[in-house]
Each structure stands twice: as structure tokens, then as C-alpha cells.
């Protein structure tokens, strides 16, 4: 069974919000750590500035993330190397039980290409580092580690740098 993938600009808030809470309680059961509170309010803020792509299979929405030149964290708190144009990924979620085990990958690879095409050199990343299958994932994928914070909210701040010269398909920017 093949299951086809289709990523779109979010336009339903409550859609996303829906799909976050549910992907952040399954991780809090299987870290056995508390779920994060997400405001609804930012959910709705990031879907209307078009940084919240969805994606989609047979019209059930079973991922989304969000990415974007807008700093998701504060990118100025010196916990990462320099960067001329960063774009930052945040509010990765999957639909929890969905049969494709490969969807958290498909998802942040989007992120990647997202960047990529836009001309940024860095995408980076804040993440708890409680979820050590999301931080061994993104590692794969080449971010590197540059900061935690072990005091509560436990947080990793994350970067992966996009070679200059690359853009979609390996072509020039």
C-alpha cells in the first residue's frame, strides 16, 4: 500500500493545534515526561504568517511543521554559532499511530527543502531533550547539538548548516 504524501500552507488553525497536542501527548506517555502547553493563539499566529505547512494523506492531516526566517527562540541568547540567514523549525508533530514510520523524516526533510530553497544557510532547531528518538533523528540528518538547558522547560538548541550553492535538487541558488 502506498501511501502518498502532500505538503500545503496551513490554513486551519485548530486543524494544527489539534494535531500538535495530540503528537505532544503521545510523546509525554512514552517519555513518561509532561506535555508541553501550546497556546492556541500562536498556533493561529503562525498559520496566518504562512509558516505552517501540513501535510496530508487521502485528506487526513498526519503531519505538520512549522519553518521560517522567523526565530521560534531566541536566537540571540548566543547558543548557537553565526548564521547570515537562518531559518528555524519548530512544532514538528505526527499523528500518532499513523502507519508510516518514516512521517517525523518526510517532515523534517520538508523543513530542509523549505529552507534550502529559500537561500538559507542554517535551519535551526529547539527541542526537549527527553525526546532522545527526535534528537537521534535530527542528528542523522546532520543538525548538531550546540546547547542544553536542564533546568525546566529542558531544552537543546539545534542547527543544521545548508551548504552554500545548494537549492533544490542539488542546482544552484
Known sequence: MTMTLYWQTARDAQTVHALVEESDRAAALRTGTPAPHRRTAATRHLVEQGS???GTVDGLPVATVSVGAMPSFDADAGRLPYSRTPWYMQRLAVRPG??????????IRHAIERATAA?????????NPDLSDVLALLTTLGFVRHATMDTAPRRTWLQLPIPRGTGPAGGPR
Open 98 to 107: 499513523f502507519p508510516d514510520p518514516f512521517l517525523g523524516l518526510r517532515a
Open 119 to 127: 537561500g538559507a544557510d542554517a535551519l535551526r532547531a529547539e527541542a
Open 52 to 54: 505552517v505547512r501540513l
